[in-house]
């Protein structure tokens, strides 16, 4: 039951950090505390929504913040002065700190209704055009600066709805006066949180011993928990701030949020694969599959790990599942990959005396022995495979964990549901 004295409000933010500076969740975490004084205010969930990793004009991470809060009624035009004053605030200090670039554009939102749920699964699946979310967003009291770009991730946030399985990520902030410094957090740390609090994940990387809840950069962060529940991920922080050897954050907040979700692709496929893969120097490998009746190329990053080193073994008629992200150039990028069932392989040639392979010596050459006069007509052996042959009696693989998007479920969650099938 909402109290009829009180008024739900959604509030969303975006793009309020600058590459070398700033963090929209610590600008959100200022927001919320500059109206935390209105009568009956309260925060009911904060939330830290990730979009379309494809979206131009963003990072990697392509983060967006939103919330919803209560407060009495009667403060409503007081909140709206507030919001107000804070984003003009925020206007004057990016432009003291030269930070407006053309990459920057924050947009600030908010909403006494519920926003249609459609404007998030458009923004986290595919690219949105600006000209067409603004009209859908006409309603909702909207403030930009530069331009309206961020509108996009703030209403999507916005709209944005948990459901049971909803990960949590706790966010803490350093104190000022650290921010530049190294951050303190030993990895050793990080693993031994992880073994005492099972219900965090994607703390670490365990293929190269790295601890990943700290970010790199110079950003206010100093480090995010994920887990399955705001109170797992609240332990992992109480029990990180105890230990003296771990820096004391200034401040922190739990957000619910749509990483792990799989939100952003649409289960795996089963495919037969069409060609051999073909290696790009360094960087990626790639083949063709049939999928829904036509060709598509798959793409393994070289950074993929295990999906990459699964990709380069496979030959055409292997049968596979996948699942992975269309890239703006038509290409899946592979975020999951497994072999159903693989065609015999090429052997060699067949072997005669000593043990030797028999030898053409040349096109439309038969092949002959080294060691005796035999001579037959020129083929390949091949050989029945199993999955153990290939390594791949775990089924699926995956990229390390330094290298999954945020919004890509960990295979040690759950198996993929199936979504096309050739
Ligand atoms: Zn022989």
């Not at 379309?52 to 990072?59: K, L, N, S």
């Not at 390949?380 to 089924?395: A, S, V």
């Amino acid at each position: 039951m909402i109290n009829p004295s009180k008024t739900r409000i959604w509030i969303g933010l975006d793009d309020t950090d600058t590459p070398d500076s700033g963090c929209t969740t610590a600008t959100f975490d200022d927001l919320i505390n500059s109206i935390s004084h209105l009568p009956n205010f309260q925060v009911l969930e904060r939330r830290l929504v990730r979009l379309w990793p494809f979206a131009e004009r963003r990072t990697r991470g392509n983060g967006a913040l939103s919330c919803i809060i209560e407060c009495s009624s009667e403060a409503i035009a007081d909140f709206e002065k507030i919001l107000s004053s804070f984003f003009t605030n925020l206007e004057d200090s990016l432009k003291l700190h030269g930070k407006i670039d053309s990459r920057t554009s924050p947009a600030l939102m908010y909403s006494f209704v519920e926003i249609n749920e459609d404007l998030y699964w458009e923004a986290v699946r595919q690219k949105v055009e600006i000209s067409d979310r603004i009209k859908k967003i006409s309603g909702i009291n909207k403030m930009t600066l530069n331009s309206e770009w961020g509108l996009i991730g703030a209403s999507s946030a916005m709209a944005w709805k948990p459901h049971a399985d909803s990960t949590w990520e706790l966010v803490a902030w350093r104190y000022p006066k650290n921010v530049g410094r190294k951050r303190r957090i030993s990895s050793s740390i990080v693993k031994e949180m992880e073994l005492n609090h099972p219900e965090t994940f994607v703390n670490r990387d365990p293929t190269k011993e790295k601890g990943l809840i700290a970010p790199r950069t110079p950003c206010p962060v100093l480090y995010g928990i994920r887990g399955s529940s705001s109170q797992a991920v609240l332990s992992a922080h109480e029990w990180l701030q105890s230990n003296p050897e771990v820096e004391k954050c200034q401040r922190f907040a739990i957000h619910r949020t749509n990483q792990l979700s799989d939100d952003h692709i649409t289960g795996f496929s089963t495919s037969t694969v069409l060609t051999n893969p073909i290696e790009t120097k360094g960087a990626h490998s790639s083949l063709e599959v049939i999928f829904m009746g036509s060709s598509k190329t798959l793409v393994a990053f070289k950074e993929g790990g295990e999906v990459n080193r699964l990709l380069r073994k496979l030959i055409p008629g292997d049968k596979i599942s996948w699942m992975g992200l269309e890239s703006p150039d038509g290409s899946i990028h592979l975020e999951r990959l497994r072999v159903d069932s693989p065609v015999p392989r090429v052997t060699g040639r067949p072997v005669c005396c000593n043990n030797k392979t028999m030898r053409s010596a040349g096109n439309n050459q038969p092949l002959r022995c080294d060691f005796c006069p035999k001579i037959i007509e020129k083929h390949w052996q091949f050989k029945e495979i199993d999955l153990t042959d290939l390594e791949l009696i775990g089924g699926w693989v995956e990229p390390p964990p330094s290298q999954r998007r945020h919004l890509s479920r960990p295979l040690s969650l759950g198996e993929p549901i199936l979504s096309h099938s050739d």
